[in-house]
C-alpha cells in the first residue's frame, strides 16, 4: 500500500500586523504580560471582509507550485477549521468555489487544533486504500472577527492569529517518505472548558439572540490553566505512543513541529521529554495561535527557513478544544 507523502506546503497570513502593543491599546495587558506567558509577539488580522476560505486559497496554490503539482490532478479536498465561513456548508465547498474544481468530494474537519492531524490522517487512510492520489489538505482560521477585543476577553483575544497552512498529500512511490502512522483521541467531558457557546442550534426560540449577545456568550471561552495542564500532559504522551508504535526512540526525531498554542507548553513538553529546544521548531511569535492552520504554517516557514530536509523524521503534534490531541510521524 502506497504510504501518503507530503509533497509541498504553503501558507498565508494577511498583511494585517496587530501587535502587542496595540491590544494594550484597547485592553488591559502589554507586550510583557503576553510575550511572558505565551511567546506571541505579534498576530496577523484580516481587514474588511474575508473569510477562512480566501486565506486558503493562497496557501493552496502556494503548496501546489512548491509540490509541483497541478491544480487539475487533485481528487480531494480535507479542509480543518474551527471559524468556517459561513455555519453551513463546509468551508471545503467555499474553497473548492474558489479554486475552480467542481465534483470532486469536499470534507470539513471540526477538531480544532488537531485538524490538521486529524485530516492528515484521514488522507493517509484514503490514500492507502486507493480511493484518491493528490488530497489537498488544508488549516484555515479567520479568528480575528470572533474575539472578546476588551479586558474581559483578554485571556483568549491575545492568543489568536488569523491564517492559512496548506498541503498537497498524494500516494507515494513506494520510497521511505510518507506518513509512517497517526495516533489521535479526544475527551469530551471537557468540551466547554474551550469553547463558543452560541449561536447554537440546541437553543429556543433562535440559535442567537439580542439577550445571549448582550450577555457575551457568543466569545470563545476558555479555562487557560487547564488547558495548559492538559496540553502538558498528553502532548508527550502521543509523542511517545507514536514513537513506541514505530520503534523508535526521540533521538530518531530530527524535527518536533508542534501545534503552535504557547511557546511555554511547547517548552514545557520539550522540558519534560528531555528535548533540546532547537528540535521544538517554533514560530507563534509572528502570527498567534492560528489554530488548525499553525502546523501546516510551520512545515512551510521550517522548510524555508532550511530546517526541514529531504529524508528528515518528522514528529507532528497537537492539543487543543474538545479536547483533541493527536501526533503523525512522518518522513520528510
Ligand atoms: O490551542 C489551545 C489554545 N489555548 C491555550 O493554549 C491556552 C493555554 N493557557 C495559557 O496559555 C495560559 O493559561 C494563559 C496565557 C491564557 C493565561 O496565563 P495564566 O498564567 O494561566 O494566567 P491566568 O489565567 O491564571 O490569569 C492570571 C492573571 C489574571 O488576573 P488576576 O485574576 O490574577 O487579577 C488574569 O485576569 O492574568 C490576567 N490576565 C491578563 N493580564 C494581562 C489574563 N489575560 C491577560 C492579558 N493581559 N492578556
Same mark, same amino acid.
Given at each position: 500500500m502506497p504510504r501518503a507523502v507530503i509533497l509541498g506546503v504553503g501558507g498565508h497570513v494577511p498583511e494585517r500586523v496587530v501587535t502587542n502593543q496595540d491590544m494594550a491599546q484597547w485592553m488591559e495587558t502589554s507586550d510583557e504580560w503576553i510575550f511572558e506567558r505565551t511567546g506571541i509577539r505579534q498576530r496577523h488580522w484580516i481587514e474588511g471582509e474575508a473569510g477562512g476560505s480566501e486565506l486558503a486559497?493562497?496557501?493552496?496554490?502556494?503548496?501546489?507550485?512548491?509540490?509541483?503539482?497541478?491544480?487539475?490532478?487533485?481528487?480531494?479536498?480535507?479542509?480543518?477549521?474551527?471559524?468556517?465561513?459561513?455555519t453551513f456548508p463546509g468551508t471545503g465547498c467555499f474553497l473548492q468555489e474558489r479554486l475552480g474544481l467542481p465534483g470532486i468530494p469536499a470534507l470539513d474537519v471540526r477538531a480544532q487544533c488537531s485538524g490538521f492531524i486529524y485530516g492528515l490522517s484521514v488522507a493517509d487512510a484514503w490514500i492507502r486504500v486507493g480511493q484518491y492520489k493528490n488530497i489537498l489538505l488544508v488549516g484555515t482560521e479567520v479568528h480575528s472577527t470572533g474575539l472578546d477585543i476588551s479586558t474581559e476577553g483578554r485571556d483568549v483575544a491575545c492568543l489568536f492569529g488569523d491564517g492559512a497552512g496548506a498541503a498537497v498529500v498524494a500516494a507515494g512511490k513506494g520510497d521511505e517518505r510518507g506518513v509512517l502512522s497517526t495516533h489521535l483521541h479526544a475527551d469530551g467531558r471537557y468540551a466547554k472548558d474551550l469553547w463558543i457557546e452560541a449561536p447554537g442550534s440546541r437553543f429556543q426560540p433562535a440559535r442567537i439572540?439580542?439577550?445571549?449577545?448582550?450577555?457575551?456568550?457568543?466569545?470563545?471561552? @476558555?479555562?487557560?490553566?487547564? &488547558?495548559?495542564?492538559?496540553?502538558?500532559?498528553?502532548?508527550?504522551?502521543? /509523542?511517545? #505512543?507514536?514513537? %513506541?508504535?514505530?520503534? @523508535?526512540?526521540?533521538?530518531? &526525531?530530527?524535527?518536533?513541529?508542534?501545534?503552535?498554542?504557547?511557546?511555554? /507548553?511547547? #517548552?514545557?513538553? %520539550?522540558?519534560?521529554?528531555?528535548?533540546?529546544?532547537?528540535?521544538?521548531?517554533?514560530?507563534?511569535?509572528?502570527?498567534?495561535?492560528?489554530?488548525?492552520?499553525?502546523?501546516?504554517?510551520?512545515?512551510?516557514?521550517?522548510?524555508?527557513?532550511?530546517?526541514?530536509?529531504?529524508?528528515d523524521t518528522l514528529m507532528l503534534v497537537s492539543f487543543g478544544s474538545g479536547f483533541t490531541w493527536a501526533s503523525a510521524l512522518l518522513r520528510w
Open positions: 486559497e493562497r496557501a493552496v496554490r502556494q503548496a501546489l507550485s512548491r509540490a509541483g503539482v497541478e491544480l487539475e490532478e487533485i481528487d480531494c479536498i480535507i479542509l480543518a477549521t474551527l471559524s468556517p465561513d459561513h439572540t439580542k439577550d445571549m449577545i448582550d450577555a457575551g456568550r457568543h466569545w470563545p471561552k @476558555m479555562k487557560g490553566r487547564r &488547558v495548559f495542564t492538559k496540553a502538558v500532559k498528553h502532548m508527550p504522551a502521543v /509523542i511517545k #505512543e507514536g514513537l %513506541a508504535h514505530n520503534g @523508535m526512540t526521540l533521538d530518531d &526525531v530530527d524535527l518536533f513541529v508542534p501545534h503552535q498554542a504557547n511557546l511555554r /507548553i511547547n #517548552e514545557a513538553v %520539550a522540558r519534560l521529554l528531555g528535548i533540546e529546544p532547537d528540535r521544538m521548531y517554533s514560530n507563534i511569535e509572528r502570527y498567534g495561535n492560528t489554530t488548525a492552520a499553525s502546523i501546516p504554517l510551520a512545515l512551510r516557514d521550517a522548510e524555508q527557513e532550511g530546517r526541514l530536509k529531504r529524508g
